[in-house]
């Protein structure tokens, strides 16, 4: 599970950074929030902050043997706000992947015959796009002053798939068993 063209590698590369920056992003607005009086949207940016490193640990094992140093560029948003404009951010960022980082991505390692990049892509797609849903409604509850209403967060090991309040018996992208979800 080594990558073999270029592009693809950068590609991989640039997935990893922004993974690995999401998930440190996640865990400062979560505490924010918690602190703000939110504390179900903070575990929720918690829950997800463990999706994005199951993406940036499946990108970084992906990589593989080149051992190069690179630069990396992530589109990325920083610095501290209020709750409901960080929630912002993390819908603009979840969005981005969604539309148009991902969906390249994915193409280009199917052109390229990258099978574990192309898996890799793949699984963060997914999950991307419930990110973006579940951050929406967290942002509407923030807007009337309100916190989530949530119980817990799941999260696949595997592929960051995400779930409010119970795992499903299988997880619908990469397969794996209930008992495996971590629970926030
Ligand atoms: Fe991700
Ligand atoms: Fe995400
Ligand atoms: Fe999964």
Redesign the pocket.
Known sequence: MSVKNAMTADFLRSAYG??SM?HMRYLIWGKMATEEGFPNIGKLFEAIAY??Q???SNHFKEIGGTTADATVVAGAVFGPGKTVDNLQGAINGELH?VEQMYPVYLNAAEFQNESGAKRSFHF?LE??KI?ADLFSQAQNSAREGKDMELESVYICPIC?HTVLNDAPDKCPVCGAKKEMYKKF
Do not use: L, P, Q, R
Request: charged share 30%; aromatic share 0%.
């Open positions: 922004g993974e999401a999706a994005e199951v993406h940036a992947e963060a999950a991307e990110h960051g």
